[in-house]
């Protein structure tokens, strides 16, 4: 027997946008159904950065796999020319524990962080939201508009240009503007960005509070948090939004409530429900055009292990792919 | 920058037991000496198996490496011919997070193992021990007799030819004659096997206490035991003996001394110290030639790092080696 090995390239022919989110979807509604198991991630840390070990175990809405995420985050790589963040899957079958495909987890962990928010979007967004602000303008805000895309009819985007930096917001435009067929503004006062739109994104590794302001009915993405004392939003508008999150363990320990909750600014009792809960109709998404509702994102193993297993099915037959006899 | 592929052929290379003797010794003393960072292994349950995700993070004693271990463990798979045990390992570069190789750990596993109980005999063990009495002679058994060798100048062998299947100890017989110039001899009688032996190791899968009578001066190596309910040798050794673990976690959850204490038959004050503290110079190992010394092995993550950075290390510049582009 043989094991795939996958390489970044075969992962992005198979998860594109539509395909990544039907895949996470899936994922979270198993995760609903208690379909999955997913103790909470495991941290080694570093003088410069960290490793996450993200075991998952999916059976249920056509899932029968298991694997762990091996994830490092060195916010300090780009200087050197690599990535802050590089990830390694091992995906196995759960009836004999054989490692079935290893696979390069880097582009999958930005894609499947995209298809999260914009399956929270589907659930919790307006239906006819048109008008997205964006504050945080790197690879993943790239990764959250192009799946947001496939479910919300987006017709102008607005970035916010951070003080000091004007190469990012500038770039993100051009991406946008060139990949899609979309009006694309940057301004730098950032309540611009965050009022009047539909659908806020955050993806920024802000430790204080950014967001201040935003409309009736907005839904937000705050995808930046994903360790202690990071957020992005202000805890006024998380204590008046319907907040859903992915997992508690992840995002009281890592999310965007991690500092609010801490600081007693908010409890257990602001979190509405999981986004699994309402993926698999156990509880409410949104319920009226004027609720300003939030989703906290720390990313599950259970998206990686979901997007892996789709990658190794549409390619385990195909010609060409490498493959390691490893005993 | 590539990824170097290594299969377990590669890892057999450069593991023989005298490497992997002092690999696993130099992990022990970094660990001792509080050079290692180990979260406890974490489990995915399955319906006829197990996984285990095993980070860990060595830093001093000549190591500044990283990584996971991701271990299966299914034990009806020998009836469809795939190890009841698979694993891989991922080596991470702590400064950058880079994934340096990805490399079989199934056959690491046994050695690391192997390797564990040597290091133990050599700190805990006479000096002069030239009988062991081997109770379970399956791969394990293997793998502790030729590290043992390297260490005890081992002349006889007792195997315990466990009711009903005498294919086993023959095989283990036939094989340590073979292998090495020493006697080996079969019995059917447990206490013949224990009694009158320098060093006993305990191998095998069971759920009862095994072992009830050792000679004084004995050492036992513990190694079967390495889930919730197993456990090898009787409480009463226990109490009077000279109890030595790998980590208290993993020990008192799944090693050993697991169900003696779920039972309150001994306490955490029956643990005499951790092996690293004795190979660190912390605590003292064998201090008498009449003292009963028991080592409870549950296998770290160190010594799979360990092992895995001392592989990457020698074939790194080997011609011939596979290695991959991952993204």
Same mark, same amino acid.
């Given at each position: ?10 992962? #992005?022919?198979?998860? %594109? @946008?539509?395909?990544?989110?039907? %895949? ?7 995760? *609903?159904?208690?379909? +999955? ?29 298991? *694997?762990?995420?091996? !994830? ?11 990535p802050s963040v ?9 009836? %004999? ?10 582009y999958?962990t930005c894609i499947r962080t995209g298809a999260a928010g ?11 939201? #048109?008008?997205?602000?964006f504050i945080g303008c790197g690879a993943q805000a790239r990764s959250q508009l192009s799946c947001l895309?496939? !479910? ?7 970035? =916010? ?7 990012c917001?500038?770039?993100f435009?051009? =991406?946008?503007?060139?990949?899609? @067929? ?10 611009? !960005? ?7 994104v955050t993806s920024t590794p /802000?430790?204080? &509070? ?5 409309? @009736?009915?907005?839904?937000?993405n705050a995808i930046g948090?994903d ?20 997992? =508690?363990?992840?995002? /009281?320990?890592? +999310?965007?409530?991690?500092? @609010?909750?801490?600081? $007693?600014?908010?409890? $257990? ?6 986004? *699994? ?20 994102a720390?990313g599950? &193993? ?5 997007? %892996?297993? #789709?990658?190794?099915?549409?390619? $385990? ?5 490498? /493959?390691?006899?490893?005993?």
């Open positions: 027997m043989k094991t795939l090995l996958l390489t970044q390239k075969d992962v #992005e022919k198979v998860l %594109t @946008p539509s395909v990544a989110n039907d %895949t996470v979807e899936k994922a979270f509604r198993a995760y *609903g159904m208690r379909q +999955g198991e997913m103790p909470a991630k495991i941290y080694l840390y570093f003088p410069r950065g960290d490793l996450r070990s993200m075991p998952a175990y999916l059976h249920g809405e056509g899932f029968d796999i298991a *694997g762990v995420k091996c !994830v490092t985050v060195h916010p300090q790589n780009q200087v050197i020319n690599l590089m990830a390694v899957v091992i995906l196995n079958d759960p009836e %004999t524990g054989y490692p079935l495909a290893i696979m390069d987890g880097t999958l914009a399956i929270a979007a589907k659930f919790l967004s307006r239906k006819n939201s #048109e008008i997205a602000g895309l496939e !479910v919300r009819d987006i017709r102008r985007i607005k970035i =916010w240009q951070f003080p000091g930096d004007k190469a917001a500038r770039a435009r051009q =991406w946008a503007k060139a990949a899609y @067929p979309i009006e694309a503004v940057i301004s730098s006062n950032i309540d611009d !960005v965050t009022l009047n739109a539909d659908i806020v /802000s430790r204080v &509070a950014l967001v201040n302001r935003v409309s @009736p009915g907005t839904h937000i948090a360790a202690p004392n990071k957020q992005e939003i202000s805890p006024d508008i998380l204590k008046k939004a319907k907040v859903v999150i992915d997992d =508690w363990a992840q995002a /009281s320990h890592s +999310g965007e409530i991690n500092v @609010p909750l801490k600081q $007693k600014l908010i409890s $257990k009792k602001n979190i509405n429900a999981s986004l *699994g809960d309402i993926v698999a109709g156990k509880k409410k998404g949104r319920t009226s055009n004027e609720e300003i509702t939030l989703f906290d720390t599950l &193993a259970i998206q990686d292990i979901a997007c %892996t297993y #789709e990658v190794y099915k549409a390619l $385990k037959n195909k010609r060409g792919i490498k /493959s390691i006899k490893l005993f």
